[in-house]
């Protein structure tokens, strides 16, 4: 019933810059919060930047200066700007927004397919 549908992925010279976006679509009533992890070969997933509803965005130490995330409520999306890429920022980038999607109902997690980010020369 939601579907988060991640783009904007690829390959970037170090230094450079990305943006990743991520539409959420499906049946929502609200979003209390959406957010950005990564996972790399042999480590586990972890946060990116997150940012609930009407609240600021909160960054790991590792993007802090470097990535900006900001949202478009009208269009149920969420975006990341990716500055002054490092090679360790190499990683499958997952999207997560926490839904509810009528009127009383629990709020769900849901995850995105992942995009992947490659930071090389």
């Known amino acids: 019933q939601v579907q988060l549908v991640e783009s904007g992925g690829g390959l970037v010279q170090p230094g450079g810059s990305l943006r990743l976006s991520c539409a959420a679509s499906?049946?929502?009533?609200?979003?209390?919060?959406m957010g950005w992890y990564r996972q790399s070969p042999g480590k586990q997933r972890e946060l990116v930047a997150t940012?609930?509803?009407?609240?600021?965005?909160n960054y790991a130490d590792s993007v802090k200066g470097r990535f900006t995330m900001s949202r478009d409520d009208a269009k149920n999306t969420l975006y990341l700007q990716m500055n002054s890429v490092k090679p360790e920022d190499t990683a499958v980038y997952y999207c997560?927004?926490?839904?509810?999607?009528?009127?009383?109902?629990?709020?769900?997690?849901?995850w995105g397919q992942g995009t992947q980010v490659t930071v090389s020369s």
């Open positions: 997560n927004a926490a839904i509810r999607s009528s009127p009383g109902t629990l709020v769900r997690t849901y």
């Open positions: 499906g049946r929502i009533f609200s979003i209390n919060a």
């Open positions: 940012i609930v509803s009407g609240g600021s965005p």
